[in-house]
């Protein structure tokens, strides 16, 4: 469950300058928001500190980082887990495939989509996945619509 104070938010991608533009958004929209570039670091990060959301982009070069949303997905709190990438795989489209994640965005998405994930993230959510069907002025789906 998320704090009524200021909700904080960790954000892995390899792209810093991407990184460092949702992490300032997030900011300008009362998130506070701490990014990384690596997978070891954000393992690290979330033992060490609460957080509210996970955003990452889950291909990295590095190679897949599917490891920090296993990590946050067991920690003893709810967190919101947002894969934003640039690179989908076969099923992202179909808003009932179980992921780790509760949205999966497309680059690019809008300000608007992914402020508006978070904010639905945290209302009570039914169980599965919401999805960004796609890249260009996504609708987000709940998870118990089915996108067409």
């Not at 033992?47 to 990590?71: K, T, Y």
């Not at 965005?105 to 994930?117: F, M, Q, R, S």
Request: proline residues 5%.
């Amino acid at each position: 469950m998320l704090s009524p104070s200021r909700p904080s938010v960790l954000i892995l991608d390899d792209y810093p300058d991407a990184a460092e533009a949702v992490a300032l958004l997030l900011e300008l929209a009362g998130w506070r928001a701490v990014w990384v570039d690596r997978i070891d670091t954000a393992t690290e990060i979330l033992r060490c500190e609460r957080f509210d959301a996970l955003i990452m982009e889950p291909h990295l070069a590095a190679g897949e980082a599917s490891q920090v949303a296993i990590a946050a997905r067991r920690m003893p709190w709810k967190m919101i887990l947002i894969s934003l990438t640039g690179s989908i795989r076969k099923g992202d489209e179909t808003s009932y495939e179980p992921t780790l994640y509760d949205f999966n965005l497309v680059k690019p998405v809008g300000a608007e989509v992914l402020i508006d994930a978070l904010r639905k993230a945290r209302q009570p959510m039914l169980s599965g996945t919401g999805i960004a069907h796609s890249a260009y002025g996504a609708d987000l789906a709940s998870s118990a619509s089915h996108l067409e």
